[in-house]
């Protein structure tokens, strides 16, 4: 069971990262760092926007859009770091 219990915490590391890459690069696009023309960055960008465009969506319908700012990724930041200490304070069920 405790290989269960590591390979759900790898899960969410990996949400974690994905979610931390597509802020950043979010950031980077609009301040122009980044040109979704140039096709290595419009696929990345577009394999991101695949991945959590269904996580997202359905948080957009809790919590919608204040005033141009999206929190959407900062609550699904949240969530991730909240079902991580679930699973370390229920640790002991996985041993």
């Known amino acids: 069971m405790t290989s269960l219990f590591q390979i759900l915490l790898l899960l969410l ?4 990262f994905v979610v931390l890459a597509h802020i950043i690069m979010s950031w980077l696009i609009n301040f122009q760092v980044l040109n979704l023309r140039q096709p290595v ?9 695949r991945i959590l465009d269904p996580v997202y969506s359905r948080v957009r319908q809790i919590i ?3 005033g141009g700012l999206d929190f959407t990724p900062l609550v699904v930041l949240v969530a991730i770091y909240a079902l991580r200490i679930v699973l370390f304070n229920n640790a002991m069920a996985f041993m």
């Open 13 to 16: 590391d990996i949400a974690k």
């Open 64 to 66: 919608p859009v204040m």
């Open 41 to 49: 960055v419009g696929q990345i960008w577009d394999a991101l926007n």
